[in-house]
T-cell receptor, first 113, second 114 residues
Framework: SQQGEEDPQALSIQEGENATMNCSYKTSINNLQWYRQNSGRGLVHLILIRSNEREKHSGRLRVTLDTSKKSSSLLITASRAADTASYFCATDPNSGGYQKVTFGIGTKLQVIP | KAGVTQTPRYLIKTRGQQVTLSCSPISGHRSVSWYQQTPGQGLQFLFEYFSETQRNKGNFPGRFSGRQFSNSRSEMNVSTLELGDSALYLC?????????????FGPGTRLLVL
């Protein structure tokens, strides 16, 4: 099963609205990353938040991390049609050695103009 | 710097054939990871190479193999193709081995097995 699980699986909003996506994971982590993927293309790195950070901003993106609940959220403010894409969280487990980054299944976001 | 490149971009094969996909990482990156992406399973980790050594492997059958060359370019091979191998295969490169690493993805190779 996936280490990271995004919620919801699909989200449709009007342009200008905010979009919130959540990610839950199972084991302790070193960091959590969010990626974006346009249809059929590679993933683009958006933001990395370390386990000792609680919130991070990058432009219209805001990421929070709650390690006690093993969850993270990605907020996109003032959404645009160009934000339509799938969004993935990826967790880097803290297991005492190098372990692979694990991706969730993703949230498919549609922003309607 | 040029990004991660993957060739070919699209490929159609028939069951039983084998296929080799290629990935060239960002110049200076020594880590290359491969992922399989399907609508139902999302991104599944295949394997990761660092300095020509396989450092990590996902839960895929032995039909899936890979290698990395001294220039960090990587190839993955799938033998005896099955219909279920149809997917987008993504490779990602990173600058370091270990944690706190951002991966840079290529555009992917879309494989269709008929």
């Amino acid at each position: 099963s996936q280490q990271g699980e995004e919620d919801p699986q699909a989200l449709s909003i009007q342009e200008g609205e905010n979009a919130t996506m959540n990610c839950s994971y199972k084991t302790s982590i070193n960091n959590l990353q969010w990626y974006r993927q346009n249809s059929g293309r590679g993933l683009v790195h958006l933001i990395l938040i370390r386990s000792n950070e609680r919130e991070k901003h990058s432009g219209r993106l805001r990421v929070t991390l709650d390690t006690s609940k093993k969850s993270s959220s990605l907020l996109i403010t003032a959404s645009r049609a160009a934000d339509t894409a799938s969004y993935f969280c990826a967790t880097d487990p803290n297991s005492g050695g190098y372990q692979k980054v694990t991706f969730g299944i993703g949230t498919k976001l549609q922003v309607i103009p | 710097k040029a990004g991660v490149t993957q060739t070919p971009r699209y490929l159609i094969k028939t069951r039983g054939q084998q296929v080799t996909l290629s990935c060239s990482p960002i110049s200076g990156h020594r880590s290359v990871s491969w992922y399989q992406q399907t609508p139902g399973q999302g991104l599944q980790f295949l394997f990761e190479y660092f300095s020509e050594t396989q450092r990590n492997k996902g839960n895929f059958p032995g039909r899936f193999s890979g290698r990395q060359f001294s220039n960090s370019r990587s190839e993955m091979n799938v033998s005896t193709l099955e219909l279920g191998d149809s997917a987008l295969y993504l490779c990602a490169s990173g600058s370091t081995r270990g944690n706190q690493e951002t991966q840079y993805f290529g555009p992917g190779t879309r494989l269709l097995v008929l």
